[in-house]
């Protein structure tokens, strides 16, 4: 009497050791091809655990999709740095920041999940606050170039449009 693991590794074997071509393993065995594909992955991806583990054989989690870390904190820090802002406005700083599409989806996850800090950081004092011209507009066009909006950019800067 064999396991289903036994059955699972006889099936794999061949084309894991050997590496015959999947669609003559398949009609061998009378097993779809798509499965064996899915298998044969899932086994060089885990190892032997594919076969045993019931967790390695679930698709994958959203873990996968998870964004990567500085870009966590940094919706974090720009939520306490502007709490005006809003999700999707938080979301595009990050796209133009990180050069990598983040959604407004994702944005009100990370900002449920994850809390604010005490003291929020301030990358440019306010308008007022700057004597030199030149650093006024220097904040200006960097946050602008970072995808502030041109209302956040005044608001932050306690300053007109």
């Known amino acids: 009497m064999t396991s289903p693991e036994q059955e ?19 009609r061998e ?4 091809e798509r499965t064996l ?5 899932r086994f060089e991806a885990v190892g032997m655990r594919s076969l045993f583990d019931l967790d390695a054989l ?3 989690t959203t873990a ?6 500085e870009i966590r904190r940094a919706i974090v820090e720009l939520k306490a740095e502007y709490p005006l802002s809003g999700l999707r406005e938080i979301a595009t700083i990050c796209r133009h ?8 989806h994702s944005t009100r996850a990370i900002l449920a999940s994850e809390p604010l800090p005490i003291r ?26 970072d995808g502030w909006s041109a209302k956040a950019i005044a608001s932050y800067l306690d300053t007109s449009r």
Request: aromatic share 8%; net charge positive.
């Open 37 to 41: 594909r899915r298998k044969v992955a």
């Open 8 to 26: 699972a590794y006889g099936l794999l074997r061949p084309i894991v050791l050997f590496g015959p071509p999947i669609p003559a393993r398949a």
């Open 64 to 69: 996968h999709r998870r964004l990567p870390p």
């Open 97 to 104: 920041r990180f050069d990598r599409p983040v959604s407004y």
């Open 120 to 145: 929020p950081p301030r990358r440019f004092p306010r308008h007022h606050e700057t004597a030199d011209p030149v650093e006024r507009l220097r904040a200006v066009v960097t946050l602008y170039l």
């Open 29 to 32: 065995t009378a097993v779809p």
């Open 58 to 60: 679930a698709p994958p």
